[in-house]
């Protein structure tokens, strides 16, 4: 079956880093997707990884293991406008991208 | 670029009417994915289509139906409304590449009384 799992809730200080970890369980795998989603507005593209290793993009990094099935997304210098709904997605072999339930994040100052 | 387009982006019904809901993709994408989003059971996939033929489908009922016109517009349609129906529903579209991701659209909310 296809399982994705992600905590349901951080908290975390500005200024500090995070890490929000997701694993997968899939049938096939054509890449991993992390999303931001602010409350009442549609899903936004964070990253990309297929190949194992660590993709980085300004402030946000993502790290991906294939043979674990594992990913995680880490977020650096938190601002408070990164309060927001963290979602892990897979694209299967068949080509559709299945989430996890998302991961809210809480940034205080 | 235009984003994606969804319309109503609410909408009120009543148990056992149906509703449809209309997507405009990104120009140039030829592949549109509908999604429910509840916070119980977070983003769900319904079904996507590509070039006007359905190339996946998630686990709902046959309630639930879609269908992708020429221009690549999409259409949903949900029968005999329950209240469990009661949602957001997003639709994305996206480029060809295995390594495109969804852009989605607003989403149309949907409340079943």
């Known amino acids: 079956g296809q399982n994705i799992d992600q905590p349901t809730e951080m908290t975390a200080t500005e200024g500090a880093i995070v890490q929000i970890n997701c694993t997968y369980q899939?049938?096939?795998?054509?890449?991993l997707f992390w999303y931001q989603q602010h409350a009442g507005e549609a899903p936004t593209f964070l990253s990309y990884n297929v190949l194992d290793g660590l993709e980085e993009k300004g402030r946000f990094s993502s790290f991906l293991s294939r043979s674990k099935g594992y990913s995680y997304l880490l977020l650096k210098e938190l601002q408070m406008k990164d309060s927001a709904s963290y979602l892990c997605a897979v694209r299967e072999g068949g080509g559709k991208l299945i989430f996890g339930q998302g991961t809210e994040l809480s940034v205080k100052p | 670029k235009a984003g994606v387009t969804q319309t109503p982006r609410y909408l009120i019904k009543t148990r056992g009417q149906q509703v449809t809901l209309s997507c405009s993709p990104i120009?140039?994408?030829?592949?549109v994915s509908w999604y429910q989003q509840t916070p119980g059971q977070g983003l769900q996939f319904l079904f996507e289509y590509f070039s006007e033929t359905q190339r996946n489908k998630g686990n709902f009922p046959g309630r639930f139906s879609g269908r992708q016109f020429s221009n690549s517009r999409s259409e949903m349609n949900v029968s005999t409304l329950e209240l469990g129906d009661s949602a957001l529903y997003l639709c994305?579209?996206?480029?060809?590449?295995?390594?495109?991701?969804?852009?989605f659209g607003n989403g149309t909310r949907l409340t079943v009384t």
């Open positions: 899939t049938s096939g795998f054509n890449g």
């Open positions: 994305a579209s996206r480029g060809t590449q295995v390594n495109s991701p969804l852009h």
């Open positions: 120009s140039g994408h030829r592949s």
